[in-house]
């Protein structure tokens, strides 16, 4: 078991999409903004529900650190691990990252109607997955 935490907006089809794909190729566990405990919360930044977050025992990523350190979780990631060990000394890399994850959180309503699931936040008002 893994002893990091996949923290996402759980009210939002495409990041449902996104967390439950990475969790389904990892062993960790995904939490919703909606379901934080005060530990978890304690730990993430005061706006933290401005982007996601992976947080280990000893670490907390956010953005698009997180998915980076998520999708080198998945059991297809793991070779790209030590590039994204390399590429991170870069500032212009992490930029790059940094710039992509928020054009897709920017645009996750339109991309949304390309991957997205019912999110957990609205599974029990719904009734659908």
């Known amino acids: 078991m ?46 933290y529900e401005s982007c996601s977050h992976l947080v280990t025992d000893d670490r907390v990523y956010s953005c698009g650190a997180s998915i980076e350190a998520a999708l080198v979780r998945t059991e297809a990631g793991r070779p790209a691990r030590p590039v994204a060990d390399f590429l991170g000394q870069f500032g212009e890399y992490e930029t790059l990252r940094e710039r992509g994850y928020h054009w897709v959180a920017d645009n996750r309503g339109t991309l949304g109607k390309i991957l997205s699931k019912t999110p957990p936040a609205r599974r029990e008002r719904s009734g659908k997955r």
């Open 2 to 47: 893994s002893d990091a935490t996949l923290v996402y907006d759980d009210d939002c089809g495409f990041c449902t999409w996104w967390a439950e794909f990475i969790a389904e190729r990892s062993d960790l566990r995904l939490v919703g903004f909606s379901e934080l405990d005060e530990d978890l919360r304690a730990r993430l930044p005061e706006d």
